[in-house]
């Protein structure tokens, strides 16, 4: 009758080394985390990704302008602008602000799209770069061109020299800017948005830096080059 109740008494010992054990596992897990209570599941796996972000940075005292250029060309254009700008725009498709009590020397952005018949978005900027800043007096002190998901773009900034067409007042004018050659509707448009001032106007320039690198062609932004 002695040898079941050593086997029991094995047994019963066995299990609680085996229950002493797991204890010790589980106050060592448990303490790897600050005395807080256990918690099952709810931790994301390793590589989860995270979503962050997205969009152009808007610099303080802007806000997000979004235009919609028409029918004729079915693209949303946006960037950063200030409350100091007036909006005189004559169409969806050409669309004017303008800063400054004087009509020949105010700073003005200019957005124009209108179709292209090239035979490709590089070709419409290609050629847009051929006469661009073309006369004396003009250099581009920055640029950057290439693809985009629907199209092909050429950012800048340059100085244009008196003799330009778009010069103010015929002297001496910083253009922030880009160029696209676009698809858009199975159609190719050719979109521009320039920002310009006298090149005395330094605070102008400045803000030109700010407001270029925000932005977008349907909701895609448009790389910037680095500025001088």
């Known amino acids: 009758m002695t040898r079941p109740v050593v086997r029991t008494v094995t047994a019963v010992s066995a299990a609680a080394s085996l229950l002493l054990s797991g204890c010790a596992v589980l106050q060592i897990r448990t303490a790897e985390r600050d005395s807080g209570p256990l918690a099952v599941g709810v931790q994301e796996e390793p590589g989860e990704p995270t979503e962050e972000p997205t969009g152009p940075t808007v610099p303080e005292g802007m806000e997000m302008k979004s235009h919609n250029l028409g029918a004729e060309c079915p693209v949303n254009v946006s960037f950063a602008i200030g409350p100091d700008w007036f909006d005189g725009s004559s169409s969806p498709a050409f669309i004017v602000y303008s800063r400054g009590t004087s009509l020949t020397d105010s700073d003005t952005i200019i957005i124009s799209c209108n179709e292209a018949f090239d035979d490709s978005p590089k070709a419409v900027v290609d050629g847009k770069k051929q006469y661009q800043f073309s006369e004396q007096g ?4 920055a640029e950057r061109t290439g ?7 050429w950012t800048y900034q340059a100085v244009l020299g008196e003799d330009e067409i778009f010069a103010i007042n015929q002297e001496p ?8 050659g676009y698809q858009t509707n199975g159609r190719l448009v050719n979109i521009s ?10 605070a ?4 030109f830096k700010k407001m270029l690198p925000t932005l977008t062609v349907d909701g895609e932004p448009v790389p910037s080059p680095t500025f001088k």
């Open 147 to 153: 693809s985009i998901a629907s199209g092909y773009f």
């Open 204 to 207: 102008a320039a400045e803000d």
């Open 173 to 180: 004018t910083v253009m922030y800017g880009a160029t696209l």
């Open 138 to 141: 003009s250099t581009v002190n």
């Open 193 to 202: 948005v320039e920002m310009r001032a006298l090149q005395t106007d330094e």
